[in-house]
């Protein structure tokens, strides 16, 4: 029989504890029959704990938790930020907004919200085919610059509206209502528009100025709209129209 009397320094009487990688080691080297000072080859590298074991999120802003970083498939750097997520509105009821400051002085420069009409016509029509900083090319995968994009001259908003219209949604657990109707469309808008500056207030503290802009049938929204906001926000305008 062989007895070997090794010193662990700091081990005290609880080596495992106090001094668990030279422990490691010398339990290592005495069951591989291998010098004491020789290096266990052991993975000491911490597993990834399980996702419902992680340390509480920090609180994010809305306003961060909607910024978008990066756009599949765009193939220019834009010189602007954007925003896209969703506003309440009526209970239960969730609309999509996609949100581009101006390409010029988005601190100063108006604010224009973009209805598209239909009824039932998703705002990003507007956005990609129309009057939006991109559109797709005719692979269907990435897209291009639109030179005569609207936020080259104002802070530019779409809106998906009402409920069910796009990526808007309504929750039927909170809202059952299966009803639809200008009034109603008009309200819910309207309640989107007044969250959109509980996201962004430096735009309502800045006072820039607010005009809602459409096609088609639009025209029947945006009138009825106003008509609701205007004693909640202030509306410098309307823009109407067949483009």
């Keep these: 029989m062989k007895l070997d009397v090794v010193s662990v320094k700091g081990g005290s009487h609880y080596v495992a504890l106090n001094r668990p990688a030279p422990a490691l080691q010398l339990v ?11 290096s266990a080859k052991v993975d000491t590298e911490l597993k990834l704990p399980k996702f419902q074991y992680w340390p509480p999120l920090p609180p994010v802003k809305r306003t961060e938790a909607d910024r978008v970083y990066s756009l599949p498939g765009l193939t220019y750097t834009p010189n602007f930020k954007q925003y896209s997520g969703y ?13 581009m400051e101006s390409q010029g ?47 080259k001259a104002a802070n530019l908003m779409f809106l998906e509206t009402p409920r069910g219209v796009g990526f808007s949604y309504q929750n039927m657990t909170e809202n059952p209502d299966t009803e639809w109707d200008d009034t109603k469309t008009a309200e819910e808008t ?25 096609e088609s049938y639009a ?15 202030q509306v410098w305008g309307v823009v109407l129209g067949d483009f």
């Excluded at 309207?190 to 820039?208: C, Q």
Aim: with cysteine; net charge neutral.
């Design 190 to 214: 309207a309640d989107a528009i007044e969250d959109f500056f509980n996201i962004y207030k430096h735009l309502r503290s800045h006072r820039n100025e607010l005009y809602l802009t459409g």
């Design 87 to 99: 506003l309440k509105s009526k209970k239960g009821n969730y609309l999509h907004y996609w949100y």
């Design 105 to 151: 002085d988005p601190r100063n420069d108006p604010i224009v919200i973009w209805l598209n009409g239909g009824p039932g016509c998703s705002s990003l029509m507007g956005l990609l085919e129309e009057l939006g900083p991109f559109r797709p090319n005719p692979d269907g995968r990435t897209l291009f610059e639109n030179v005569f994009s609207w936020n």
């Design 28 to 38: 290592s080297a005495f069951l591989k029959e291998q010098p004491y000072n020789t």
């Design 219 to 233: 025209g029947i929204y945006i009138p009825m709209t106003t008509n609701v906001l205007i004693d909640r926000i």
